[in-house]
C-alpha cells in the first residue's frame, strides 16, 4: 500500500480530532475546519490546518535562515546570547501556555509564532530601518518584517508559489506588532483574502497604520512576543555586563520580578487571568492595569539602557554602509552588469515566471537582502569591497 493510500485510513481520526475542538476549545477559539487556504489544494491532508501550517513555516528555507540573524545583539562572542530562532520558540511555548488555559487553538498560535519574524533581515531592527530607507530612496514602500514574513511564506517560498498557508496564520503574522504597547486586544474581524490583502496593502502605504489580528490566537502570539523578549533581553544585557540586576526599575522589580523566569511568570500569569474569552461578549486578550503599567516602564528602561546604548549600537555605522553599498551594488549589477554578480548569488530569477504580479529589480535586491542571514550579509558585504565589523 502506498503513503498516499494508506493516509486515507487516517481520515476518520481528522474528524474526531475536529470534532474533539468543538467539546474543548472556547466558542470564541478559532477551530481548524475554519482555515482557510488561497488556493484550493488538490490533495487532501490528514493533518489539521493550523498544525499543517505550523509544518510548512517550520520546513520553510525562510525558517532555516532564523539560526543567524540577530534578535538583539549582533558580532557577540557569546554562545548563551539570544538568537531570533531561539526567540520565536520562546513566543510559541509562551503563546501556547496562555492559548491553553484560554482554551484557544494551540496549532494556530504555534504557526503565527513560529512564522512572525521570518521578514527579519539582518542584524534586527537596526537592518529593518536600514533596508526601509533604501527601499524608500528606490520608490518602493518602507520596508516592514511583518510585511517582508507573508512576503516570503505567500509569494518567494518554494521557487514564487509560496506555502499556501491559511488566511488566519497570515493575518497573525501580519498583526504581530509587538513592539507597539497593548493593555487590551480584541480581534478585528476578518472576512477573506480579499479584506486581507487590502489590510495588507493599506499598511504597506502606511506604516504607521494600526492593525489588530483577526483571532484571539493571533492576540495572544502578539502580546507574548513582547512577554518573550523583554525580560530575556535583560538577562542577555546583564550577561554582556550593561547593565546589572540592581538597575532594573524597583517598581517593575516589585510587580513583575528582576529575573526572566519570574517576569515571564508574571506576565503569562495576569494575562491568563485578566483576559476574558466569552460566546457572549467575544474575546478580550490583556493584563491589569498594574502590570501593563509595569510592563511598560520595563519597556522603556530596555530601550535606553539596552537597545539604545552605545554598547549595542557601536558596529552599527559600519552595518549601516554594508547595507547601503551592497544594494547599490546588487541594483546595478541587474541593472547593467550581471556578469558581475558573485559566484553563487541569483537575485531571485527563478521567480520571474512564478511571482504573482509585476517583480521589479529593485524589490528583488530588497528581497535578497532581507533574506540573508547575519554571516552572509557580512561576507557578500566584504566580497564587495566593504569593511565590515568583526565579532567580539
Request: include cysteine.
Amino acid at each position: 500500500m502506498s503513503p498516499e493510500e494508506s493516509q486515507y485510513k487516517l481520515f476518520p481520526m481528522l474528524q474526531e480530532l475536529n470534532e474533539k475542538e468543538k467539546l474543548t476549545l472556547s466558542p470564541r477559539a478559532t477551530f481548524s475546519i475554519q482555515g482557510t487556504r488561497r488556493f484550493e489544494e488538490e490533495k487532501r491532508s490528514y493533518r489539521q490546518q493550523f498544525a499543517l501550517d505550523a509544518d510548512r513555516i517550520l520546513h520553510s528555507r525562510a525558517y532555516i535562515r532564523y539560526i543567524d540573524k540577530t534578535q538583539v545583539f549582533c558580532l557577540v562572542d557569546n554562545d548563551h546570547i539570544t538568537h531570533r530562532v531561539l526567540h520565536v520558540q520562546l513566543v510559541a511555548r509562551i503563546a501556547r501556555t496562555i492559548g491553553r488555559f484560554l482554551r484557544l487553538n494551540e496549532d494556530l498560535i504555534e504557526a503565527i509564532a513560529l512564522g512572525h519574524d521570518i521578514g527579519h533581515p539582518p542584524f534586527g531592527h537596526d537592518g529593518e530601518s536600514f533596508l526601509s530607507d533604501l527601499s524608500v530612496e528606490h520608490g518602493l514602500p518602507a520596508f516592514q518584517h511583518n510585511i517582508q514574513s507573508v512576503r516570503f511564506l505567500d509569494n518567494i517560498e518554494r521557487k514564487g508559489r509560496g506555502w499556501n498557508l491559511t488566511l488566519q496564520v497570515l493575518d497573525g503574522i501580519l498583526c504581530h506588532d509587538g513592539e507597539v504597547h497593548s493593555r487590551l486586544l480584541r480581534p478585528q474581524q476578518l472576512t477573506d483574502f480579499d479584506d486581507f490583502d487590502q489590510l495588507l496593502n493599506e499598511k504597506e502605504k502606511n506604516p504607521s497604520l494600526s492593525i489588530l489580528p483577526a483571532t484571539p490566537e493571533g492576540c495572544v502570539v502578539r502580546l507574548a512576543d513582547t512577554i518573550a523578549y523583554i525580560g530575556k533581553d535583560i538577562e542577555d544585557a546583564i550577561i554582556l555586563g550593561l547593565i546589572k540586576r540592581a538597575d532594573i526599575p524597583k517598581t517593575c522589580a516589585e510587580i513583575l520580578g528582576s529575573t526572566n523566569g519570574t517576569i515571564v511568570f508574571s506576565l503569562v500569569t495576569d494575562l491568563i487571568e485578566n483576559s476574558s474569552i466569552t460566546e457572549a461578549d467575544g474575546a478580550t486578550i490583556g493584563f491589569s492595569e498594574e502590570v501593563s503599567s509595569a510592563l511598560y516602564e520595563l519597556k522603556k528602561f530596555n530601550y535606553e539602557r539596552i537597545y539604545l546604548a552605545p554598547a549595542t549600537k557601536r558596529n552599527i555605522p559600519l552595518i549601516r554602509e554594508c547595507y547601503r553599498k551592497l544594494f547599490s551594488f546588487y541594483l546595478d549589477c541587474l541593472k547593467n552588469r550581471p556578469e558581475k554578480l558573485p559566484r553563487g548569488v541569483d537575485l531571485m530569477s527563478d521567480l520571474d515566471s512564478l511571482y504573482s504580479g509585476p517583480y521589479c529589480k529593485e524589490e528583488k535586491v530588497r528581497d535578497f537582502i532581507a533574506g540573508m542571514t547575519d554571516d552572509y550579509f557580512l561576507k557578500q558585504a566584504s566580497s564587495i569591497g566593504c569593511t565590515v565589523p568583526k565579532i567580539g
